[in-house]
């Protein structure tokens, strides 16, 4: 008997934190999506995603490198990077060393895009994350690493 009882209270325990970590997701991707949407960067959460990698990279950096980073595929990559060079934010040029491959590089216009819109996406963060102490801020990383890990870890093998 108080093994069942044990066993629904971990069971009640466990959907609790699932339904908690979905809340969080949700929330977070309404809160980017806000942001981006009241941005004047003009950079989708899609395009956001995409390039990033490119703000520490000088040499540019490979479409494949960019589609696998960003979860997508290599044809969607290339149409994306095309629709952002047509306005300016990204070049697109072939590699010296391998004919084949092209490299994408953020323009001067993309660098200042991409500033502005990591600086409001962390101003927003900075401010949902003041609600908490240090101390609590610090407990509360410990833990989402944990469980970003062992989520991590639970994902299947292709």
């Known amino acids: 008997m108080r ?15 699932a339904q908690a970590a979905d809340r969080l997701f949700y929330a977070m991707r309404r809160s980017r999506a806000a942001t981006v949407g009241r941005s004047g960067a003009g950079l ?3 395009q956001l995603t995409l390039l990033e ?4 990279s000088d040499d540019g950096l490979p479409v494949g490198k960019l589609a696998s980073t960003a979860e997508v595929s290599v044809p969607t990559a290339t149409r ?3 629709q952002l060079q047509a306005a300016g934010v990204v070049t697109r040029q072939r590699s010296p060393y391998d004919e084949r491959q ?4 953020l323009t001067d216009d993309g660098t200042d895009r991409l500033s502005a819109m990591r600086t409001e996406l962390r101003s927003r963060q900075t401010e949902a994350l003041s609600h908490f102490t240090p101390r609590e801020r610090h407990e509360l990383a410990a833990q989402l690493h944990r469980l970003a890990a062992v989520i991590g870890d639970t994902v299947p093998q292709r």
């Open 102 to 105: 092209v490299l994408i590089r």
């Open 3 to 17: 093994d069942a009882s044990k066993h629904e209270a971990d069971e009640a325990g466990v959907q609790e934190l």
């Open 80 to 82: 994306m990077l095309k």
């Open 44 to 46: 989708s959460m899609a």
């Open 53 to 56: 990698p490119l703000a520490t």
